[in-house]
């Protein structure tokens, strides 16, 4: 066991410091405060860290850790907190470590005996799940998908089960195809999409993924999707016009219609056949 006492002793120190996610007001005082102080800046794009640093009168040494170097770029950063310095650990918004380089490094650091501390600040993750209207707790983030369907449909798969909240993050060019696989492997469970956190055209959409999926095309920006946890409760009855509704949606995401047929039956507790003989007359 290892115990660290932050502020209470003398050892060089990494800060962990949360980052605006759009909206520059959100820098706290400290935040500032600190990557004045620090000796050096380590910055996943150093070229966006830049204007942060000017808007905020920042002048501190910047100097680039990202996911390619991020092993030798560790080397370099131990070897300054052997020297006594304190090093500031920034992403290009939020959380360092959370979908960002920073993982190695902190671990390095821990086992170096050298203090670990967060800056706090603001937090897509949380942003998104609090104003979703699906249950804020228990939940999970899972970050971003695998981007080939195979991919992104195992992991789908390792989660359709789980109770709590899900929640993913997603590029503007991936989405409608991650709402579809969702849609696939998950069912048609509630859900909500947030894109531009915190910025002018900040946008929430609640509804199930089918009703997202209608609009999705037209959005742009960053996304968070806050997934509803899988309901253990039993299905409500539906009529057959609304079963077949559900089958057309599941075809429309590219199930054969076969598959959605025999997913809409388990999900609702139907009998396959007396689905397909109205799917088909």
């Not at 989405?175 to 069912?187: A, N």
């Not at 055209?201 to 509804?207: I, W």
């Amino acid at each position: 066991m290892k115990s660290q006492k932050s502020f209470l002793n003398n050892v060089p120190t990494l800060y962990l410091v949360a980052t605006p996610i759009g909206n520059l007001k959100e820098m706290t005082p400290r935040a500032v405060e600190i990557l004045k102080e620090v000796d050096v800046i380590a910055a996943e794009d150093t070229r966006n860290t830049m204007g942060l640093l000017k808007h905020f009168e920042i002048n501190t040494k910047l100097i680039a850790h990202h996911m390619y170097n991020e092993k030798q770029s560790s080397d370099g950063l131990i070897e300054m907190l052997n020297n006594g310095m304190n090093i500031a650990l920034v992403s290009d918004a939020g959380y360092p470590l959370i979908s960002d380089p920073g993982q190695v490094l902190v671990n390095r650091v821990i086992d170096a005996g050298y203090n670990v501390v967060t800056i706090n600040g603001p937090s897509a993750i949380l942003a998104a799940l609090c104003a979703s209207g699906i249950a804020a707790q228990p939940f999970t983030f899972v970050g971003f998908l695998g981007s080939s369907e195979k991919e992104c449909k195992k992991q789908l798969e390792k989660w359709k089960n789980h109770e709590e909240t899900l929640i993913f993050y997603e590029s503007p060019h991936r989405i409608e195809k991650t709402l579809k696989y969702c849609l696939t492997v998950l069912g048609d469970r509630r859900m909500c999409l947030a894109r531009e956190l915190t910025k002018k055209y900040e946008e929430y959409l609640r509804g199930t993924i089918s009703e997202v999926l209608e609009v999705v095309k037209e959005c742009k920006g960053e996304m968070v999707i806050i997934m509803e946890g899988c309901k253990q409760e039993e299905q409500p009855t539906l009529s057959m016009p609304d079963l077949l509704k559900i089958v057309d949606r599941y075809v429309e995401a590219g199930m054969s219609a076969k598959d959605a047929i025999k997913k809409t039956a388990q999900e609702y507790g139907v009998s396959k056949n007396e689905i397909y003989r109205n799917y088909v007359s």
